[in-house]
């Protein structure tokens, strides 16, 4: 199985990369030489789900391969379970990545592969990073070392992402949000999950395979899911908005947790491991770490917080979506399907406006969780905004 298998939908982008491995095994991509194909940074774009991540991955391991991605070999087995020694992956959850890591990552990119063909740096957050660390990152693109790569991962190119001092040294990579019928197809060959699971779970992440995986393995997920669903219609007045919007942040807190803890634990205990556990001068040195530790922590658990609430978001978004859809008589398929019923009653008691004006309120939230509104107050605005809605 190759390693461009996990890729789903993009297959003009895999033919590009697969080109550009086939002209680096050859050597044709020497600094020395123009290259029609490779490059020495690339920048990966796409809305999320999209896989832009195992695009980037899939890509590395494809360079260090001798068969050019064949997904068996220990090269390419390594670079996907993220331990290839000449692959660096920033894969950070924190809500940016700051000057000294990129000077980290710099000095990373200058060294000589130790063992693979080349030496390759993932940023799969890169419209995290900050504006120094942009610049402390510009040079090492714009005149990378002979066998360095790097690929840099992002949800558009545009200036408020990523600065276009780095999008201008980039050859670009634009991922399209994948046919539901591919995401369908992919869960039922992959994950070998019944048909009519992996077309629910494809309609309703719209193309984020992520998110259709979740929805497809987890029973939580989509109980989470339908949790959301059901706020619209629970929305009477200002003490149901209110107690909407704790529960939202609830699940949002809980769901963030879910997956932060296990991971803080690990890091806890490698720490503990590397300072000792024993004797009043290893506790005194590992103050220091553990204090910094707990803060990165802290950060991770308000990106993926953030996250949460951002992806309930965007569910909610789908209800009104399909409200407007079956009020305007639109011939398209409905996000929400197995819902139809209820979305039907709700269509015939409002408005197309109302569907409008609330698409409009759940984005113009989001926007706001980005620029650091405090997530209870965002949701109570929100939802007591789409309860007089419904008033109206």
């Known amino acids: 199985m190759s390693v461009w298998d996990a890729l789903v939908g993009q297959d003009p982008l895999v033919a590009v990369l697969r080109a550009a491995v086939d002209e680096a095994a050859r050597g044709d991509s020497a600094p020395d030489r123009p290259a029609a194909a490779m490059s020495h940074a690339w920048l990966v774009t796409g809305p999320p789900g999209s896989g832009r991540s195992t695009m980037a991955r899939a890509f590395a391991a494809a360079l260090q391969c001798e068969r050019g991605g064949c997904g068996e070999c220990r090269a390419c087995r390594t670079v996907l379970a993220g331990t290839h020694p000449d692959v660096t992956v920033v894969d950070t959850d924190v809500l940016s990545v700051g000057v000294e890591e990129a000077r980290d990552l710099a000095l990373r990119a200058a060294l000589a592969p130790a063992g693979g063909r080349w030496q390759v740096v993932i940023v799969e957050d890169a419209d995290r990073l900050t504006e120094s660390a942009a ?51 992919h869960l039922a060959s992959r994950e070998a999950v019944p048909a009519s699971v992996a077309a629910f779970a494809a309609r ?65 205990a490698a720490l503990e491991a590397i300072h000792g556990a024993a004797g ?108 007089g809605l419904i008033a109206a």
């Open 280 to 387: 009043e001068r290893a506790l005194t040195s590992a103050a220091p770490a553990r204090k910094e530790l707990e803060r990165s922590q802290r950060l991770r658990s308000k990106r993926m917080v953030l996250d949460a609430l951002d992806r309930a978001l965007v569910d909610l978004a789908t209800f009104y979506r399909d409200l407007l859809v079956l009020q305007l008589g639109a011939e398209v398929s409905l996000v929400n399907e197995e819902s139809r019923t209820g979305l039907e009653r709700f269509a015939r008691d409002t408005q197309p406006e109302h569907a409008l004006a609330a698409i409009d309120a759940i984005f113009a939230t989001r926007e706001a969780l980005v620029g650091q509104v405090a997530p209870q107050l965002a949701l109570e605005s929100l939802l007591v905004s789409l309860a």
């Open 204 to 268: 309703a992440s719209q193309g984020h395979i992520g998110l259709a995986r979740a929805l497809a393995l987890d029973e939580f997920a989509r109980r989470r899911r339908q949790v959301v669903l059901r706020i619209p219609a629970e929305l009477r007045d200002l003490g149901t908005a209110m107690a909407s919007a704790a529960n939202l942040a609830d699940a949002a807190r809980d769901a963030a947790a879910e997956r932060s803890e296990p991971m803080d634990a690990r890091e806890l």
């Open 135 to 185: 610049n402390a990152l510009l040079k090492s693109i714009e005149e990378p070392a002979a066998h360095t790569i790097w690929v840099l991962c992002a949800p558009s190119p545009d200036p408020q992402h990523v600065p276009t001092t780095i999008v201008s040294r980039c050859r670009p990579l634009v991922l399209r949000t994948p046919p539901t019928a591919a995401v369908a197809e």
